[in-house]
Every structure is written in structure tokens, then in C-alpha cells.
């Protein structure tokens, strides 16, 4: 039961950043644990000996300070909390999300926009994207660049670490890496709307060779991702679908970071 609750979650890492997540979660676990265990097994302890059946056990009503006991109160939760925060402060900054990855491979970047409610990947260099499916190599290096095209969101693929928000306006960046092949599910870590509980994606890390080929094939077959076909993906509306787009105009996501920044129509013309 332990093993099948583990499946697909943060337990389950298949990537170095989330093998060093589950670590910061399994220290911080222990350290708390070294206050946890003492006192639940101390407080079965006195209540069995100050029992009313007990003869042995000293009563003393008078009896409220003892040094001793003051010094182990306030010691251990201290070291406790210096632990924790030393945890803390330690790999918030290994894990920084804008820290690339070390590799002798080059990464591969990836375009993400959240939408009302689906996911659009969108990979630059290749000129291609998808709706819902994110198509990785293993062992590869991923370099995201995330953003917004409505509400606030959150991109989140549990077995490969750092839930990181989606905004409107602006992009965040993170750096993730799938070490082994699989498929590996991803969700919508932020109420969004109506669409919020069904707007999951799934990941698929395949070799360098089936990728290329998953490339290829997309190219070939795809639609090609212009402002028309993006207008109507961004209707809101639940889209479990997953689509491939074999051409992807270059300027589109940087039009979706900032609309506003676009040139304006000339009078009488449709932008």
C-alpha cells in the first residue's frame, strides 16, 4: 500500500530536481520527527506512571521550575529551527527555478502559455508545438519560459519537481530534466475557473531518436500555429484533445506576454 501511494507524486522523482526535492522533504521530516517521536513517547511515559494506581509516583503540588527541564523545553525546538531554516536556505538556492541545469547536452527550450483551460507548448527552435502533451528527450536539459494568457495559473509536474506560477504580462523561468523515459502526468496547481479541475497535460520523455522522430511527424502532419489558429485555442473551454502544430509563427509568444506592445492598425485596416 506504502509503494502504490508513492506512484506519480512527489515521492516518485525521475528527474535531479525532484530526487533533491523529495530529500529536502525527507530531512525536514526527520529533524521535525526528533521533537515528534520524544514527546508522544514521553507523553505515554507519564501518563503510565503518574497513573492513580501508582504508589511509587511522586506527588508534588508545590513543585513549577526546574532548570534542567527549561533547558531541554527550549534547546531542542531551537536546534530544531535552526535545521530547518539552514534546510530551507540551502536549497532554495540550489533549486532556484532560473538555475540551469548542469550538462553537456544542450537544452531544448519550451514556450509554455496556460490558457482558460488547457496548456500550449510551444518549442521555438524546433518550430513546432502541442496542446496538452509535452514531448521531451531523455537525459536533455529543459529550459522553460512560462507565461499567462488570462488568469494567474501554476505549471506543476509532480515526479519532476518545482510547481512555478503563470502570469499575464510577464514570464517565469524554470529548468527541469527527466532522467528516465515514461509518462509522467501534469496539473494546474492554482484554481483558475470553472475548467481549473481538468486542465492536466501529460509529459512524455522518450529517447533522442523518438523524439526526433515525434518532430518530424509533427512537422508533417501538423496545422500551422498562426494568430487565426491561436485566437480560436484560446477560447476558453475545456480542450482534453491533444493537438500538434507543425508551424508556429516566431513572434506569437512574445505577442501573447505583451499584447499592448503590438503595433496598432492603420485606420480603416483589421489588425
Same mark, same amino acid.
Given at each position: 500500500?506504502?509503494?502504490?501511494?508513492?506512484?506519480?507524486?512527489?515521492?516518485?522523482?525521475?528527474? $535531479?530536481?525532484?530526487?533533491?526535492?523529495r530529500l529536502i522533504l525527507f530531512n525536514s521530516t526527520a529533524i521535525m520527527l526528533v521533537v515528534v517521536l520524544p514527546v508522544i513517547v514521553l507523553?505515554?511515559?507519564?501518563a503510565w506512571w503518574y497513573r492513580a494506581s501508582n504508589a511509587r509516583a511522586a506527588y508534588r503540588p508545590d513543585w513549577s521550575y526546574s532548570g534542567y527541564i527549561e533547558l531541554v523545553t527550549?534547546?531542542?525546538?531551537?536546534?530544531?529551527?535552526?535545521?530547518?531554516?539552514?534546510?530551507?536556505?540551502?536549497?532554495?538556492?540550489e533549486l532556484d527555478p532560473a538555475l540551469r541545469l548542469q550538462s553537456d547536452v544542450r537544452p531544448i527550450r519550451v514556450q509554455v502559455v496556460s490558457l482558460d483551460w488547457k496548456w500550449l507548448f510551444i518549442y521555438p527552435d524546433q518550430q513546432v508545438?502541442?496542446?496538452?502533451?509535452?514531448?521531451? $528527450?531523455?537525459?536533455?536539459?529543459?529550459?522553460?519560459?512560462?507565461?499567462?494568457?488570462?488568469?494567474?495559473?501554476?505549471?506543476?509536474?509532480p515526479q519532476l519537481g518545482?510547481?512555478?506560477?503563470?502570469?499575464p504580462g510577464m514570464t517565469t523561468r524554470l529548468n527541469l530534466l527527466a532522467d528516465r523515459p515514461g509518462e509522467y502526468p501534469g496539473l494546474s496547481a492554482n484554481f483558475s475557473g470553472?475548467?481549473?479541475?481538468?486542465?492536466?497535460?501529460?509529459?512524455?520523455?522518450?529517447?533522442?531518436?523518438?523524439?526526433?522522430?515525434?518532430l518530424e511527424h509533427t512537422r508533417e502532419t501538423g496545422a500551422v500555429?498562426?494568430?487565426?489558429?491561436?485566437?480560436?485555442?484560446?477560447e476558453p473551454g475545456i480542450n482534453t484533445n491533444l493537438q500538434t502544430y507543425g508551424g508556429v509563427d516566431p513572434q506569437l509568444f512574445e505577442r501573447i506576454v505583451q499584447p499592448a506592445a503590438q503595433p496598432a492598425a492603420a485606420p480603416g485596416k483589421e489588425q
Open positions: 500500500m506504502l509503494v502504490t501511494s508513492c506512484r506519480e507524486g512527489v515521492l516518485d522523482p525521475h528527474g $535531479p530536481v525532484g530526487a533533491a526535492e507523553t505515554l511515559a507519564f527550549w534547546s531542542i525546538p531551537a536546534m530544531v529551527v535552526i535545521l530547518l531554516a539552514a534546510v530551507a536556505w540551502i536549497g532554495s538556492h508545438a502541442s496542446v496538452n502533451q509535452l514531448e521531451i $528527450p531523455t537525459g536533455v536539459p529543459l529550459e522553460f519560459l512560462l507565461t499567462s494568457a488570462t488568469v494567474m495559473n501554476s505549471f506543476f509536474v518545482s510547481q512555478i506560477y503563470t502570469m470553472n475548467g481549473f479541475s481538468d486542465m492536466r497535460f501529460l509529459v512524455h520523455a522518450v529517447p533522442a531518436s523518438e523524439f526526433a522522430s515525434w500555429l498562426n494568430a487565426e489558429a491561436y485566437a480560436q485555442l484560446a
